[in-house]
């Protein structure tokens, strides 16, 4: 089922998508697989998959076959920054015989490398209208409720979310954050502009402090005061069982608002995302 079919579902149930990535160990790779497999009990309305990092496919392609036959929907990401039209093409093809419909389509982190760049996409928007150009497949993009930590401000950062829509973008999917406030001031700038496209809201459940160090350091989020105390205060695995209840907690407030749709950011750890489902569903 296409992007732009999933998010006309009334139910939240059919809203509800995982992301996950591709590990390199042939052990934590099986593990991964036998996880989802289970995970299909929770219906998912799709699993997003990371792509190799830097332009690499990494087993990601073997994944990509793997788990449709084991019955899920995939969508996996494209990023424009190391992938020429060449490349991008080819695996549209194989992409397309594997009976693949969304696609989820990001600029991607720059890398120190710089020998791995390609210039034939610099923005996400270009590489949505190759890909709409080249194919009948549905296309995510990414959403920042506080903006792209490289953009000048928010709004420039909305202006830029447009570029992608106009491409032909079906569905944003938003960068993880903690505060929903923010999320619900991100959707009414988006649409004060014209965007009226579903937002999907981006859901990590905290399970360390070196978690959140890393994520701060990487993109712009707020931590609430009542997740920075806890931070300093909670035992490591009281911390897990905590990040499962402020993140049901979370869903649940989002669901009353009418979201969109959830997209759960698992780092590989369905259990987790499973118990957080099922407290909210």
């Known amino acids: ?32 697989v036998t996880s989802l497999t289970k995970a299909k009990t929770l219906n998912p309305a799709f699993v997003s998959l990371t792509w190799g990092a830097s332009g690499s496919t990494n087993n990601s392609l073997e ?4 788990i449709k036959q084991n019955g899920l929907n995939i969508m996996p990401h494209f990023t ?12 549209l093809k194989i992409l397309t ?11 991607g982190d720059i890398p120190e490398d710089k020998s791995l760049l390609h210039n034939d996409f610099k923005y996400a928007n ?14 995510g993009v990414a959403g920042y409720p506080e903006g792209h930590i490289e953009s000048e401000n928010l709004q420039a950062d909305i202006k830029n979310l447009k570029k992608k829509i106009d491409a032909g973008a079906d569905a944003i999917f938003t960068q993880l954050f903690f505060d929903n406030t923010k999320f619900y001031e991100y959707i009414d700038k988006v649409r004060k502009i014209g965007i009226n496209t579903p937002i999907i809201a981006g859901i990590m459940p905290i399970i360390s402090q070196k978690q959140i160090d890393k994520m701060t350091s990487l993109a712009r989020i707020t931590i609430p005061k009542e997740v920075e105390e806890k931070l300093n205060t909670l035992s490591a695995e009281d911390l897990k069982i905590f990040g499962i209840e402020y993140a049901s907690k979370q869903c649940e407030e989002l669901i009353k608002s009418n ?14 995302t499973e118990k957080i489902i099922n407290n909210i569903i």
Do not use: W
């Open 126 to 139: 270009e590489l949505v209208e190759f890909i709409k150009n080249k194919s009948n497949l549905s296309v």
């Open 259 to 272: 979201v969109d749709g959830l997209h759960f950011f698992t780092l590989n750890k369905i259990d987790l």
């Open 80 to 91: 424009c920054v190391c992938s020429t039209k060449e490349y991008v093409s080819y695996h």
């Open 1 to 32: 089922m296409k992007l732009r079919e999933i998010y006309q579902n009334t139910d939240i149930r059919e809203r509800i998508s995982f992301e996950v990535f591709p590990p390199k160990e042939q052990e934590k790779y099986q593990g991964l």
């Open 63 to 66: 994944f990509v076959k793997t």
């Open 97 to 107: 015989e594997y009976g693949i419909e969304n696609i989820l389509a990001l600029r």
